[in-house]
């Protein structure tokens, strides 16, 4: 039985969502039918097609009371909605259907896997979120709450647990069958919160009945507080888990300040479900990137979309907009020299039309614009070096989404080998995050970088995606120059391409 509150909210999404204009969003990034999206939720390919859930909100562009939108794509590109497949709708659910995952039944019904969030008073006379997870089973389309919901509560949680943070089942089927699935707990000490957490292992046999199996991995006070949105899968004959922690501090160029995004790379014994973690990194070091979620596609391939915005950031939509709240490309994942590499999926490829090369251009110090290279919807791929190998360069500057003072700037500075992308001047009136650094770890060599642009963000692939720096702008869509200087002796290969849809 479909709820009251479901149709309301697919009769309004349905209405609202189809008064926008597709100019007006993203060509190829997802955006939520109408309203408010933040994580991608139940990433999975199901009869046929790719399916993406996300955190919703559709009758306002705020975070608010969390229902689960539906879209579905061939190529993870061309969306088509489906309409919303979960609002809070039950006791257990009432304060928001969180953040989850789905996986395929044998009996080829699909399963969503969710945290049911429920406010309840506390002696204290404050209240607080109560989170379990529960699942719904459906045709792809529309799921019915499972009725012996919530499947995991307190009681699966190991003593230092705490029941009010416990959240974002990923589930995945060991080759043998059996159902895994981690989930982010918060870590309590003589039954007080800490600013640890843990990411708990929990096994079925049918995907229903669950039990608690170990602490996967332990934030010894390293990585930020709370970790959310776990994903853990085999990786190029590794294994990797993926988590975003709230709160953390910066190390040096390597992880930020706030909610980030950090895989941990390692070994895993699936048996004994012994997790070894050897090396550790961002995921995305740009202003713009959480939660992300990944698929395994049918041909073998890991990939990743995340959402492209940061939590500390989201002041930079205006509330009146019609959708905020985007996803990033789907990136595929692989693993050289131990660390995680990231880069567009050969499907984007396929959407690369009129091919623009400039070879061996000397970039001035005045601003210096190229002949065919403008636009908003680009790929465009740019090798920079010194003229004269034995003399570096102060600075290379490129600017996009560039109308007079509005732009958005990447700097290259080879003497500290940073990166910094900058969206001060991107027509943002809000006195929120706007920069941020990495270290481009061959900059002594040649800079390379892959910058793809959408209307509403721009995604960085640096040195064949070793590193990637996301940013959502906002910036009026008249401003599609693309310009570049630098101060010293630059020379630079440039291929752009502009992505058609
Ligand atoms: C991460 C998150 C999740 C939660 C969801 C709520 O961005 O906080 O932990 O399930 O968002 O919308």
Same mark, same amino acid.
Do not use: A, K
């Given at each position: 039985m479909i709820s009251q509150m479901l149709l309301d909210a697919r009769r309004y999404e349905e209405d609202r969502g189809g008064r926008i204009v597709a100019q007006d969003r993203p060509a190829f990034h997802l955006t939520a039918r109408t309203g408010w999206m933040n994580d991608p939720n139940g990433f999975c390919y199901y009869q046929g097609k790719y399916h993406l859930f996300y955190q919703y %909100?559709? %009758?306002?562009s705020r975070w608010n009371s969390m229902h689960w939108g539906h879209a579905v794509s061939r190529d993870l590109l061309h969306w088509e909605y489906l309409p919303a497949a979960m609002a809070p709708d039950r006791y257990y659910d009432q304060d928001g259907v969180f953040s989850g995952s789905a996986q395929e039944l044998p009996d080829g019904r699909l399963l969503l896997m969710y945290t049911g969030v429920r406010r309840e008073n506390q002696l204290s006379g404050i209240p607080r979120e109560v989170q379990t997870q529960c699942l719904a089973i459906g045709n792809g389309r529309d799921f019915e709450k499972y009725e012996a919901n919530p499947v995991l509560t307190e009681n699966a949680l190991p003593a230092n647990g705490s029941r009010f943070d416990f959240r974002d089942p990923k589930v995945f089927r060991r080759p043998d069958g059996l159902y895994c699935c981690v989930a982010a707990n918060r870590v309590l000490h003589r039954g007080a919160e800490t600013d640890g957490s843990n990411i708990l292992l929990f096994t079925s046999q049918d995907c229903l009945h669950w039990k608690f199996e170990k602490i996967l991995c332990t934030n010894d006070g390293r990585f930020g507080r709370m970790w959310e949105c776990p994903d853990f899968f085999p990786l190029d004959g590794r294994q990797v888990l993926m988590v975003s922690p709230q709160d953390m501090l910066p190390q040096g160029l390597e992880y930020h300040s706030g909610n980030g995004t950090l895989c941990l790379i390692g070994d895993y014994d699936d048996q004994t479900f012994e997790f070894t973690p050897a090396h550790d990194q961002s995921i995305d070091y740009g202003i713009d990137f959480y939660a992300p979620q990944t698929v395994l596609t049918p041909d073998g391939r890991r990939i990743m979309i995340g959402w492209l915005q940061n939590w500390d950031a989201c002041a930079i939509r205006e509330p009146e907009a019609p959708w905020a709240g985007q996803m990033s490309l789907p990136r595929e994942l692989s693993i050289r020299d131990g660390r995680l590499y990231q880069t567009p999926t050969r499907e984007f490829d396929l959407l690369r039309r009129d091919r623009v090369e400039h070879r061996g251009v000397e970039v001035t110090r005045d601003r210096m614009y190229l002949e065919g290279v403008s636009g908003r919807m680009v790929d465009m791929e740019i090798r920079v070096r010194p003229k004269d190998p034995a003399r570096s360069y102060t600075k290379f500057v490129a600017r996009f989404a560039e109308n007079g003072d509005t732009y958005t700037s990447l700097r290259f500075r080879p003497s500290e080998s940073t990166l910094k992308i900058d969206r001060k001047f991107s027509g943002s009136r809000r006195a929120i995050l706007h920069q941020r650094r990495c270290l481009v770890e061959n900059g002594s060599e040649e800079l390379r970088l892959r910058i793809i642009l959408d209307r509403y963000s721009c995604e960085v692939f640096i040195d064949g995606g070793r590193k990637v720096m996301s940013s959502a702008l906002y910036t009026d869509l008249s401003a599609d120059r693309i310009s570049f200087r630098a101060d010293g002796d630059v020379v630079m290969d440039i291929v752009k391409y502009d992505v058609v849809m």
């Open positions: %909100y559709p %009758y306002l």
